[in-house]
């Protein structure tokens, strides 16, 4: 299996692709433990594989989020993008460019006769169309209705600029809910590795029962072995000489007797044996089980860094609005008043830039986060038809479990009984 390795601190992207062999690698730390103990392994498996889903959850939520916030940055690009071409207009059109826009630019001299070669002219509303020495009635009409068309554009721009303001209040308050819901998700991780590392407490201490059991059964097993040996040496013995006092079938028995408690206490105690080193597949297991956690630790506050920083952009475009005070500014723009007009319009390069800059950041998260999530959903942790549900033949059970079980309780109870001892 390949190390765990943690991101460095100096990359603040989120980590896909290592969280991916993370979870790859923690899947099957499980699998190990499930082939190897039934108990235990089950248990361990739902405590990893709840946090698991726990994070697919997330992850779909957080991808929902992602989406609206999408569609939050297009519909500020739709609005704000109106308002920066008509203040493009009044600050640097000209008449010249909206006859020709109208194809009628053969007029053109009719507006400069009037003194009329700025855009913004025709959007003041002292300009009237009549004024002008227009000769058809169709081009009067066209030239009225593009002027009509830019006062709407500047009258409607305060209310563009609060639907904006609004939609981004909205989104910032249910990216703060994603960024909780990580928060939550660090705190699962650390719950599920306390309860790891209480089971590989409890793991060690088991196999410390089963390893003195094993060597008190193996103890046993020699001493009626050495018994069973000397029995059949006296039962010899009193074959082939005349000896009246060893009574042949009190020592046949005895030596029969032994042999066989020796034969069955060896296999006991080689089945604990057995055990001891499944154990210790276990403790390995449950030992990188571990430490991947904690490196999923690390690499989900990546995650959840990467989230904040989106968060933050989200707050910024509202709190820009409200701190630059970009509705009032629209409210009643005269484009005659150039001051206004160009801060309005330097205002909404700004927001059309953060705009962007959310966009960016969206995109990477989303294209990282989809990555995980499709990995995510492949895990026989999460896949409820995988073969891990079922414990392989290996944790079957044996039928002299009756006999280990019995060893280890007994070890248990001398062990209580010796810590009795030691206590004053």
Request: with cysteine.
């Amino acid at each position: 299996m390949a190390p765990v390795l943690s991101r460095p601190e100096t990359e603040s992207a989120f980590p896909a692709e290592q969280m991916i062999g993370l979870l790859r690698q923690m899947d099957e730390s499980v699998r190990q433990v499930v082939r190897c103990m039934r108990e235990q392994g089950t248990e361990v498996r739902q405590k990893v594989g709840d946090l698991l889903q726990k994070y697919l959850t997330l992850l779909t939520e957080t991808l929902h989020e992602c989406m609206y916030l999408k569609n939050f940055v297009q519909i500020t690009r739709g609005n704000l993008g109106g308002i920066e071409s008509i203040l493009t207009l009044a600050l640097d059109g000209t008449v010249s460019e909206i006859m020709e826009e109208l194809h009628l630019q053969h007029f053109q001299v009719n507006f400069e006769r009037k003194d009329l070669r700025s855009a913004y002219q025709l959007m003041t509303s002292s300009f009237d169309v009549e004024d002008v020495d227009l000769p058809t009635k169709a081009a009067k009409e066209a030239v009225q209705d593009r002027v009509q068309e830019f006062r709407h554009e500047l009258h409607t721009a305060k209310d563009r600029i609060h639907q904006v303001r609004v939609d981004g209040e909205s989104c910032h308050t249910s990216c703060k809910a994603i960024t909780e819901k990580f928060g939550k998700f660090l705190q699962e991780i650390k719950k599920t590795h306390e309860a790891i590392s209480s089971l590989l407490v409890q793991h060690r201490n088991d196999k410390s029962e089963i390893c003195l059991a094993s060597i008190a059964v193996f103890a046993i097993s020699a001493i009626c072995l050495v018994a069973c040996g000397v029995g059949a040496v006296a039962v010899c013995c009193k074959t082939f000489t005349t000896a009246t006092n060893v009574k042949l079938g009190g020592v046949a028995g005895l030596s029969f007797s032994s042999g066989v408690t020796g034969v069955v206490s060896g296999m006991t105690a080689w089945g604990l044996h057995q055990k001891k080193k499944e154990m210790d597949s276990v403790g390995t297991a449950l030992e990188k089980l571990q430490k991947q956690l904690e490196a999923m630790d690390f690499d989900a506050g990546k995650q959840k860094t990467d989230w904040e920083k989106i968060e933050s952009q989200a707050e910024k475009i509202v709190h820009y609005i409200d701190n630059s005070k970009m509705e009032a500014t629209a409210d009643g723009l005269n484009p005659s008043h150039r001051r206004p007009v160009q801060d309005l319009m330097n205002n909404v390069k700004d927001v059309l830039k953060d705009a962007e800059d959310l966009q960016t950041k969206l995109d990477h998260f989303e294209t990282e986060a989809e990555q995980v999530q499709r990995n995510l959903r492949d895990l026989s942790l999460i896949n409820s038809d995988a073969v891990l549900a079922n414990p392989t033949a290996t944790a079957s059970a044996s039928l002299l479990d009756p006999l280990y079980n019995f060893a280890i309780d007994i070890t248990k109870t001398v062990m209580k009984w010796t810590r009795g001892l030691d206590k004053p």
